[in-house]
C-alpha cells in the first residue's frame, strides 16, 4: 500500500504545512458557517489543535448536531460499521478513506459504501466535476486501502488527465498513490509520466527539496527497471550532484547501490565498486547488517566475474566476520554454504568445500534451522558424488531423503531424489535408480526449479538408452532439449546478455548430441548446437545498456512487460493439465512471436533462418574445395562436425581419452619462442590428420571453447625435428587458407548483396603517442603511423582513401567517417573485458575539452548503432579477437560487436603482438589484397612472407586470423576494368604474334 507521504513532512519549527492548512479551514468555516470546513480542519490540524477543535465542537450542542455521524465516530475514535454506512458522496466524505485504515472485520462494508459511490460516479461527473474529483480521490484513497490497484490505476487515470487539485501535499500523496498503483500493474509508461509531469513539479513547487530528491530517486529507479539505464544514469547522478545529504540516510544508501549498479551496467567499474563501498559505509554507520551483507555478496559476485577470485574470497569471508561478529546465526550458514559452492565450483577445491558445507551443517544442527540442514546435505553430496566417493555421497543424500520425509516436505524429498537418482545412474546401479523414479509424484515433479527438472529428464534418458530403449530415449531428450532452447532465450543476464547454462543443461546437449552421433542424424545435432549458438548471439539484445540506446522507452517497457508475460506463462504452463495446458501453450506462443517481432523491429537480424533451410543454401554455397570443420564442447566431451558440400561428418572425443588436455596443453605453450611444436602436431594428429578431403584448398573453422584460442594456421601437419625448432616445420597454412565464422549462418550470410555505396574505400586511423592520446597508461606503437600509410600506399586499386593519424585520429573522426568506408584500418590498442564483452574497449585520441562528449574510448556496445557495412575492418590490436567465450556459443567482443554493426568480415590478432610485426604483416596484407586477391589467401600469403622471410616462430605470424566473409572487397568496376583491359591485352598480344608467324611462313 502507497504511504502518506504528507504525515512525515515536518520542519525545524515544529509546525508542519498541515497545521497551516487547518488554521487555514478553520478561518474559512467562521467566514462561511460552511460545516464542511470544519472537518476539513480537523483532519488537517495537529495533535494540540485537534484537542482545542474537540472541545471547541463539544462545547456546542447545535454544532454536534449538524456534524455527520461518520465524523462524530471518527472524532470520537469508535469507528464502527456505521462510520462506513451506504450514502451518496457529500464534501464531507472527502477525507473518509484518507486519514484511517479500514480494520479487516470492516472492510465489506467499507467495500460496499466505495461500490456505491464508484456505480454512482458517470453521471455526477458530467453534473459536478469539481465534487465529482473529490469523490474520485475519495475513491483512490479507499481502494488503495483494500489493495484494489486496478480501481485506484482506473479511477486514477481520469485525474492524470484532469490534474483539478492545486500543488499540495494532499495532490502530492494522492499522485503517489495513483502511481504506486500503475508500477504494480505494470503501466509503466503512465507511473513514469506521473512521476515527470506532475508530482516533480508539485514538490518543486511546494519547495520541498528532500521531497525533490526522494521522488526523482523513484523515478530513476522506475526507469532502471524497465530498462532504461542510460537515463536511469542520468538522474541518479542529478540527484547525486545535488545536496543528497538532505536525504534519509535509508534513501542515501539506496542512491549510492542504484548508482553503483547503474555504473556496472555502463561499463564504468571502478565507479561500481566506489559506490559500493559508499553504500556500505552508510549501511554500517547505521547498524543495517542486512545491507552490509548484500552489499558485500554484491562484491563477491562482480569480482568473481572479474575472475579477481581473491578478492572475491576476501569479500565473502569479511560477510561471514560481521555475521559471526553479530551473532546473525541464519546469515552464518547461509554465507558459509556460499563458500563451499565457490570452492567446489571455482576453485574445484573440494577439500576446502566439503569443511564449509559441514560447518554450516553443524551450525544448522545446533540452531534448527531445517533449510539450512537439508542444504548443508545437499551441497556434500554433490561434493562426494563429484569427487566419484559413491560411499559418502549415497550417505549424505539418504540423509536428505530422510530429513524431508521427517517434514513432510514433498518438494524438497523430491528434489533430493533426483539428485540422488543422479548419482545411481552414474554409479551403473540402474533398476535402484529406475525404482527411485518411479515412486516420483509428477505433481511434485512440476514445481522443482527448471535445471532440476532437466535433471530429471536426464536421468531418465540415460535410463532409456541403457535398456535399449532408442526411440524413447530420442523422443525425451528431444522433448528436453526444446525445453532448454525455449528457456534459454528468455533468460539471459540482465547485466551482460551472457545466456545462464547451468551443468544441468550442459549435460542434456551432450545426450542429445551422443544420441544423435549413435543413431547417425548428424544434421539433426549440428542443427541443436547451431540453435543454440543463435540463442547466445541474440542473447546479446537482452543487455539493458543496448536495449537503452536501441529501444525507445515505450518499446523497452512493452519489452519489459512481455518477458515478465512469457516467464509467468511459462510457470504456469509447467503445472498446467488438459485443456488449460493448451490454451496456455498458444498465449505462450503469441507472447514470444509478438516479442519477436519487437525485437526483429530494433535488430534487424535478431531472428535466424530455420537451420533446415540453411542446410540446403548450404549445400548450394560451399565450394567443392573449401570445407568447414565445427567443434562445439560439452562437458569436456567435444564434438567435431566435418562439413563438405556432399556430407556432414561426426566425430566424438570424450572427456575420458583427455583430449580436452591435450588442446590445451599445446595452446598453453603458445609463447615467443616458447611454442611447443610436437604438441601442436598432436594437435592436428588428433583432431584435423585424415579430417581433410584431397580437394579442398580452404577451411572455414567455427571454434568453440579453447579451440578459439587456437590458429589452426600454426598447427604443423609434419613433426619437426626438436620442440622449437620452427624452421624445419611444416604448418597448415601452407597447403590451406583459413578462416573463421561464429555459426553457419555467417557463412550463408556472405553471399548477401554488397553495398557499393560507400563514400571511401579506404579509411586508417593510428597512433603512436598515446599519452598524448589521452592513454598514459597505454604503451606507445611507433609503427603504427608507418603502418596506416604504407597500407594506404599498397590499395592503389582503391580510389577513394583517407587516413587519420595522432591527433587527428579521434574519436569524432571514427564516429562521423566510419559508417561509409569500405575498407576499416584501426592501427590502435584495444582491452577486450572477458566477463562483459560489450564493455571490452577501443583506444582513438580523446578531446582536450574537459566537457566533450568523446573521451577517446569506443565500447563494443557503442558499435551496434553505428550502421559501419564495412566490407573489411582491420583490427591491428592488441588482443582484438579475444573474447569471453561459452560453451556451445561463439565468440564474443568486437567480432559480435562489429559484425552486427554490419561489418562483413574483420582481420584481428588473438593475441599480443608485436607493432612492427603487426605492421608488415597488415602491409603484405594489403599489397594481395590490392591485386584481387580474397580476404583469406591474401592474409596466408601476407604470414607466409612473413614466416619464410622475417622468422618463422609461429608466436608472431600466427595470431592474424579472418573472421567471416572472405570475398575480395576490390570495387567490382575496377576489377572487372582490369579483367577486361588484361583480356584485351592478351588477345592483341596474340594476334600480333599470329600475323607476325604468318607472315614468316609467307
Known amino acids: 500500500m502507497a504511504s502518506i507521504k504528507a504525515n512525515q513532512i515536518a520542519y525545524e519549527t515544529g509546525e508542519s504545512a498541515l497545521d497551516v492548512k487547518s488554521e487555514q479551514f478553520f478561518d474559512l468555516y467562521q467566514s462561511t458557517q460552511n460545516i464542511a470546513y470544519l472537518t476539513y480542519a480537523y483532519h488537517e490540524a495537529n495533535s494540540i489543535q485537534r484537542a482545542e477543535l474537540f472541545a471547541y465542537i463539544y462545547d456546542n450542542d447545535d454544532l454536534v448536531q449538524q456534524l455527520p455521524d461518520h465524523f462524530l465516530s471518527y472524532i470520537n475514535n469508535t469507528i464502527d460499521s456505521s462510520y462506513y454506512k451506504v450514502r451518496d458522496f457529500s464534501l464531507y466524505d472527502i477525507y473518509t478513506f484518507t486519514t484511517t485504515s479500514i480494520p479487516s472485520e470492516l472492510e465489506t462494508e467499507a467495500r460496499k459504501l466505495l461500490e456505491h459511490w464508484y456505480d454512482r460516479l458517470e453521471s455526477a461527473h458530467q453534473n459536478v466535476p469539481i465534487e465529482e474529483s473529490f469523490k474520485i480521490q475519495a475513491l483512490i484513497h479507499g481502494y488503495d486501502n483494500l489493495n484494489n490497484f486496478q480501481k485506484v490505476h482506473e479511477l486514477g487515470s481520469i485525474l492524470v488527465n484532469e490534474n483539478p487539485f492545486p500543488s499540495s501535499y494532499f495532490s502530492l500523496n494522492l499522485f503517489d498513490i495513483i502511481s504506486y498503483s500503475s508500477r504494480v500493474l505494470g503501466y509503466y509508461s503512465q507511473a513514469l509520466s506521473i512521476n515527470q509531469q506532475i508530482l516533480q513539479p508539485i514538490a518543486n513547487e511546494l519547495g520541498n527539496d528532500q521531497e525533490l530528491l526522494t521522488i526523482k530517486l523513484d523515478y530513476a529507479l522506475l526507469l532502471f527497471r524497465v530498462g532504461n539505464v542510460n537515463a536511469s544514469l542520468t538522474v541518479f547522478e542529478d ?58 555478496r554484491n562484491l563477491f559476485i562482480y569480482y568473481r566475474r572479474q575472475n579477481e577470485t581473491e578478492l572475491a574470497f576476501n569479500y565473502l569471508n569479511q560477510a561471514l566476520q560481521i555475521a559471526r561478529d553479530n551473532d546473525l546465526t541464519t546469515e552464518i550458514a547461509s554465507i558459509l554454504i556460499s563458500l563451499g559452492i565457490y570452492k567446489k565450483t571455482v576453485e574445484q577445491n573440494f577439500e576446502e568445500a566439503l569443511y564449509h558445507y559441514y560447518s554450516a551443517l553443524q551450525l544448522s544442527t545446533e540452531t534448527n534451522n531445517y533449510q539450512h540442514h537439508y542444504m548443508s546435505y545437499l551441497e556434500i553430496g554433490e561434493t562426494y558424488l563429484l569427487k566419484q566417493d559413491w560411499y559418502n555421497a549415497e550417505y549424505y543424500f539418504k540423509n536428505a531423503l530422510q530429513l524431508t520425509f521427517s517434514r513432510e516436505d514433498t518438494r524438497s524429498y523430491t528434489q533430493a531424489a533426483i539428485r540422488y537418482s543422479n548419482m545411481l545412474i552414474h554409479q551403473g546401479r540402474y533398476e535402484e535408480t529406475e525404482r527411485l523414479l518411479y515412486k516420483l509424484d509428477h505433481k511434485d515433479l512440476a514445481t522443482q526449479f527448471f535445471n532440476i527438472q532437466i535433471l530429471y529428464q536426464n536421468v531418465k534418458t540415460r535410463l532409456l538408452k541403457q535398456k535399449k530403449h532408442i526411440d524413447n530415449a530420442v523422443a525425451l531428450s528431444t522433448s528436453s532439449i526444446t525445453e532448454i532452447l525455449d528457456h534459454l532465450r528468455e533468460s539471459s543476464d540482465m547485466q551482460t546478455g551472457h545466456m545462464r547454462m547451468d551443468e544441468e543443461f550442459s549435460e542434456a546437449f551432450k545426450l542429445h548430441t551422443m544420441l544423435m552421433y549413435e543413431t547417425g542424424q548428424y544434421e539433426k545435432a549440428l542443427s541443436v548446437i547451431g540453435e543454440l549458438r543463435n540463442i547466445s548471439r541474440a542473447g546479446f539484445y537482452n543487455n539493458p545498456l543496448l536495449k537503452s540506446k536501441v529501444l525507445s522507452e515505450e518499446e523497452l517497457i512493452q519489452d519489459f512487460n512481455l518477458s515478465t508475460r512469457i516467464q509467468q506463462l511459462r510457470s504456469r504452463y509447467q503445472t498446467a493439465t488438459g485443456e ?10 503469441n507472447a514470444i512471436s509478438e516479442r519477436n517481432r519487437l525485437q526483429s523491429k530494433a535488430f534487424p537480424n535478431y531472428n535466424e533462418r530455420q537451420y533446415d533451410q540453411l542446410f540446403r543454401s548450404l549445400r548450394r554455397e560451399l565450394k567443392p574445395d573449401q570445407m568447414i570443420f565445427y567443434f562445439t564442447v560439452f562437458d569436456e566431451d567435444i564434438f567435431q562436425f566435418v562439413i563438405t558440400r556432399r556430407d556432414i561428418k561426426m566425430n566424438i572425443y570424450t572427456a575420458n581419452d583427455n583430449y580436452l588436455e591435450l588442446l590445451r596443453s599445446g595452446i598453453n605453450t603458445i609463447g615467443y619462442r616458447s611454442t611447443d611444436l610436437h604438441k601442436l602436431h598432436d594437435i592436428y594428429t588428433a583432431f584435423f590428420d585424415g579430417n581433410i578431403p584431397a580437394t579442398v584448398s580452404h577451411i572455414y573453422m567455427i571454434p568453440d571453447g579453447d579451440f578459439y584460442r587456437l590458429p589452426l594456421e600454426i598447427l604443423p601437419v609434419n613433426r619437426a625435428n626438436t620442440t622449437h625448432s620452427f624452421g624445419t616445420a611444416r604448418y597448415l597454412i601452407e597447403d590451406y587458407s583459413i578462416s573463421y565464422l561464429n555459426s553457419l549462418t555467417e557463412l550463408i550470410n556472405e553471399r548477401q548483396t554488397e553495398r557499393t555505396d560507400f563514400a571511401y574505400d579506404m579509411v586508417g586511423f593510428g597512433i603512436e603517442n598515446f599519452e598524448d592520446a589521452g592513454h598514459s597508461w597505454l604503451q606507445n606503437l611507433p609503427f603504427s603511423s608507418t603502418e596506416i600509410k604504407n597500407s594506404y600506399e599498397k590499395l592503389y586499386s582503391f580510389n577513394n582513401r583517407r587516413i587519420f593519424l595522432e591527433s587527428e585520429s579521434t574519436e569524432q573522426n571514427f564516429r562521423n567517417i566510419a559508417g561509409n568506408s569500405r575498407i576499416l584500418h584501426l592501427a590502435t590498442h584495444s582491452m577486450v573485458n572477458d566477463e562483459n564483452p560489450l564493455f571490452s574497449s577501443l583506444f582513438l585520441f580523446s578531446d582536450e575539452d574537459p566537457n566533450s562528449p568523446y573521451d577517446g574510448i569506443i565500447h563494443a556496445y557503442e558499435l551496434f548503432d553505428m550502421n559501419l557495412n564495412a566490407d573489411l575492418i582491420f583490427l591491428s590490436s592488441c588482443e582484438s579477437g579475444a573474447g569471453g567465450y561459452l560453451q556451445g556459443s561463439g565468440i564474443l567482443g568486437f567480432s559480435r560487436a562489429f559484425s552486427f554493426a554490419g561489418a562483413r568480415s574483420l582481420a584481428m590478432n588473438l593475441w599480443p603482438v608485436r607493432d612492427q610485426t603487426a605492421s608488415d604483416i597488415s602491409i603484405n596484407f594489403y599489397e594481395w589484397l590490392n591485386s584481387g586477391e580474397n580476404k583469406a589467401e591474401s592474409i596466408r600469403q601476407a604470414r607466409l612472407k612473413y614466416l619464410n622471410n622475417t622468422n618463422s616462430d609461429p608466436y608472431l605470424w600466427g595470431s592474424f586470423v579472418i573472421y567471416g566473409d572472405i570475398h575480395s572487397p576490390l570495387p567490382r568496376k575496377n576489377y572487372f576494368a582490369s579483367i577486361f583491359f588484361l583480356s584485351l591485352g592478351f588477345v592483341i598480344i596474340f594476334g600480333s604474334s599470329f600475323i607476325i608467324l604468318t607472315g614468316n611462313r609467307g
Open 580 to 589: 488449460q495446458r493448451v490454451y496456455l501453450g498458444n498465449e505462450l506462443l
Open 239 to 296: 540527484v547525486f550532484n545535488q545536496d543528497y545529504s538532505i536525504l534519509d540516510s535509508r534513501y542515501q544508501a539506496t542512491l549510492f547501490n542504484n548508482l553503483a549498479i547503474s555504473y556496472l551496467n555502463a561499463g564504468q567499474f571502478d565507479r561500481y565498486v566506489e559506490f559500493q563501498l559508499n553504500a556500505f559505509e552508510i549501511a554500517s554507520s547505521e547498524n543495517n547488517y542486512s545491507q552490509q551483507l548484500s552489499i558485500l
